[in-house]
């Protein structure tokens, strides 16, 4: 009898738990019917998921939680926020291989409290030795670089960027920072739904390269929701950087698998190519709005697009009649000025951005008051405007944000660009390379033509904000051209509109796309405001949560006190947590 009540109570848990009809492992539950009704929250804006994480000693915001574990235990350990950024950040090419890796780029802005200075760190990689127009030609790739395969490989800059940032600002090394993802690697972790549907939508491409189906998909399919993945290869790499830093990576053991597998795919990298891998310390660029000091990273990244969008809206609100603060997210023309200002700071950024060891950008004229002024002609409040034809770039991007109780605030973000990138995945160290070389330009004319040795044009932008000259907020949002246009929208929410960061989080976006002049809105703007900016002439389409990005935040609310304050995207898996 007992034993019949205990199967019986058995049953009716796993049927509470799982959906109706579920395998082994069940789906999500979206895909199994379920449209339930959101609830309300008890205080403040109903529609904010939850309120901000707060904390005194340290707080880590990313898109995953065991990556955000894994940086708040470095603080707790006595790791400061540089030490932590690079801790979780390396657990994201664990538990995100899609999205981040060694494989891929990394930049930075940061405040360095001991050295009192914000800081701008570019670890991307170059083009690889041969990479010329006519070699492109002469592969057959006549309009554009291949999104996938080997040709599409720049070297990869994260580690050394890694590694810059430990040894200028950190307090520990790689053998500790690097221990968490090590362990997690050979471990392993379980699949979430977010990141088994990212698995599950990118098939095609881990089933294109042998190596990748061996590591990406055991017994030939993804991992299944709720099980464990293990990549020990990957542990493997951590491992020998633990011993071995940097230079296993661009001058041992795994510079020789790297190279190695891009020579057998008829790639170009050499050991030079590696070896000549150096990240570079540069100088932020800013804009002021709303009596905040707003910055970006210079070229080859989009970050300029986001001054010039601040600063067309500045500019051209109270010309064109509109009052972002008073009309906000329910007046159609908040939207449409949101919108056009995004037009035309893309056609910029499209026309002149480049890498500016190969070519000048008038960064500062681009990014004045003054130009922005000169830009109100071009927005009609009455109609929409086809912006210049453009090639927009793919996303797939980790974003990490992190202060400590020093006072120390990274804004960090690192990626392998699209979606497991090249589909190339290196033997016995189990990480993507990435496809970075994609969004290089075969047009000899363009800034961003391809040459061996250059940077390419480069999605990634960490943001920071300061306020009367001391460091306030950290943020990020990744994915494509959705960062530039999406920190315009979370900026606008929080400096016009009030939001703290979790609500500026939580509201809703739009992602527009320049190539094709669609408008994408999440599902709710798309209910009340799609009719009125399509009778506007936008071309409207319900947008899902995947193109919107994720944003993360790290803010310090009222400056000179302790209060640390984090926010996290519920589009995302993630979670700030606070020491």
């Given at each position: ?6 199967r019986?109570l ?5 049927a509470?738990?799982?959906p109706?009809s ?7 539950a979206?895909?199994?019917?379920f ?6 929250r008890s205080h ?5 998921t939850r309120?901000e ?7 880590v ?17 006595g790791?400061n926020a ?7 950040g390396a657990?994201?090419?664990v538990?995100?291989?899609e ?5 891929g ?6 405040w ?6 914000l800081v701008?760190l570019?670890g ?6 041969g990479?010329t127009?006519?070699?492109y030609t002469a592969?057959g790739h006549?309009?554009r ?10 070297t990869?800059?994260a580690?050394d960027g ?6 200028r600002?950190g307090?520990m ?11 997690i ?5 379980g ?7 990212d698995w599950n939508d ?5 089933r294109?390269d042998p190596?990748?189906?061996r590591?990406?998909l055991?017994g030939g399919e993804?991992?299944?929701?709720y099980?464990?993945f293990?990549n020990?290869d990957l542990g493997k790499?951590?491992r020998?950087?633990?011993t071995?830093g940097?230079?296993?990576?661009y001058?041992?053991?795994?510079a ?6 891009s ?9 030079a190519?590696l070896?000549?891998?150096e990240?570079?310390?540069v ?6 709005y709303?009596g905040?000091?707003v910055y ?5 990244t989009q970050?300029?697009?986001v001054?010039?969008?601040l600063n067309i ?7 064109l ?7 906000g997210?329910?007046?159609?023309l908040y ?5 056009e200002?995004k037009?035309?700071a893309f056609e910029d950024?499209?026309r002149?951005?480049?890498?500016p060891?190969f070519?000048?950008i008038?960064?500062a004229k681009l990014?004045?008051?003054a130009?922005?002024?000169?830009r109100?002609a ?5 109609k929409?405007?086809t ?9 797939g991007?980790v974003?990490v944000?992190?202060?400590?109780a020093e006072g120390?605030?990274v804004?960090f973000i690192?990626s392998?660009?699209?979606?497991f990138?090249?589909?190339v ?5 189990g990480?993507v ?5 994609a969004?290089?330009?075969?047009d ?5 033509v391809?040459?061996?040795g250059?940077?390419?044009?480069h999605?990634l932008i960490?943001g920071?904000?300061m306020k009367?000259?001391q460091p306030?907020?950290v943020f990020g ?7 530039a246009?999406?920190h315009m929208?979370v900026l ?7 939001a703290?960061p979790q609500a500026?989080?939580d509201?809703?976006?739009f992602s ?6 669609t408008?994408?809105l999440?599902s709710?703007?798309?209910?009340a405001m799609?009719p009125?900016?399509?009778a ?6 319900l ?9 993360q ?5 009222r400056l ?16 700030a947590v606070?020491?």
């Amino acid at each position: 009898m007992r034993q019949r009540l205990a199967r019986a109570l058995a049953a009716s848990l796993l049927a509470f738990t799982l959906p109706v009809s579920a395998p082994a492992f069940a789906q999500p539950a979206a895909t199994k019917g379920f449209d339930g009704l959101r609830g309300d929250r008890s205080h403040g804006w109903i529609g904010q998921t939850r309120s901000e994480v707060l904390g005194q000693r340290g707080v880590v915001a990313t898109s995953h939680p065991l990556a955000a574990q894994a940086g708040l235990d470095i603080l707790k350990k006595g790791g400061n926020a540089f030490d932590a950024a690079v801790a979780a950040g390396a657990v994201l090419n664990v538990v995100e291989p899609e999205s981040a890796g060694i494989g891929g780029d990394v930049l930075v802005l940061a405040w360095i409290a001991k050295e009192k200075k914000l800081v701008g760190l570019n670890g991307v990689g170059r083009a690889v030795t041969g990479s010329t127009p006519q070699r492109y030609t002469a592969l057959g790739h006549t309009n554009r670089i291949p999104v996938r395969g080997i040709h599409s490989v720049t070297t990869p800059g994260a580690v050394d960027g890694w590694d810059a940032l430990l040894k200028r600002a950190g307090t520990m090394t790689f053998k500790e920072v690097l221990e968490p993802a090590a362990r997690i690697a050979e471990d392993g972790f379980g699949v979430s739904e977010r990141v088994h549907g990212d698995w599950n939508d990118h098939l095609a491409t881990l089933r294109s390269d042998p190596e990748t189906a061996r590591v990406y998909l055991p017994g030939g399919e993804p991992p299944p929701l709720y099980s464990v993945f293990r990549n020990p290869d990957l542990g493997k790499a951590f491992r020998l950087l633990q011993t071995g830093g940097r230079d296993a990576f661009y001058k041992g053991p795994i510079a020789e698998a790297m190279v190695a597998r891009s020579q057998a795919l008829g790639g170009g990298m050499t050991m030079a190519d590696l070896a000549r891998t150096e990240a570079s310390w540069v100088t932020p660029i800013s804009t002021t709005y709303r009596g905040h000091e707003v910055y970006q990273l210079p070229p080859s990244t989009q970050g300029f697009a986001v001054l010039q969008m601040l600063n067309i809206l500045e500019a051209c609100a109270p010309r064109l009649g509109v009052d972002l603060k008073a009309q906000g997210h329910r007046s159609p023309l908040y939207w449409h000025l949101l919108v056009e200002a995004k037009k035309i700071a893309f056609e910029d950024v499209y026309r002149y951005n480049g890498d500016p060891d190969f070519s000048k950008i008038d960064v500062a004229k681009l990014s004045s008051k003054a130009y922005a002024a000169t830009r109100c002609a071009d927005i009609d409040m009455k109609k929409a405007r086809t912006p210049d034809a453009a090639v927009d770039p793919i996303g797939g991007t980790v974003y990490v944000a992190v202060a400590d109780a020093e006072g120390n605030m990274v804004s960090f973000i690192y990626s392998i660009y699209g979606y497991f990138a090249s589909g190339v995945t290196v033997p016995n160290y189990g990480f993507v390379l990435n496809n970075r070389a994609a969004f290089f330009s075969l047009d000899p004319k363009s800034p961003n033509v391809v040459a061996p040795g250059k940077r390419p044009f480069h999605t990634l932008i960490p943001g920071l904000i300061m306020k009367d000259g001391q460091p306030q907020t950290v943020f990020g949002l990744m994915g494509g051209t959705q960062q530039a246009q999406g920190h315009m929208q979370v900026l606008v929410d929080m400096l016009d509109l009030g939001a703290n960061p979790q609500a500026a989080s939580d509201a809703a976006r739009f992602s527009h796309v320049q190539s094709t002049n669609t408008l994408f809105l999440e599902s709710e703007l798309f209910k009340a405001m799609g009719p009125a900016l399509q009778a506007l002439g936008h071309k409207v389409e319900l947008g899902n949560a995947k193109i919107m990005g994720g944003f993360q935040a790290v803010t310090r609310p009222r400056l000179g006190e302790p209060t640390l304050a984090g926010a996290s995207d519920h589009r995302k898996d993630g979670l700030a947590v606070a020491w």
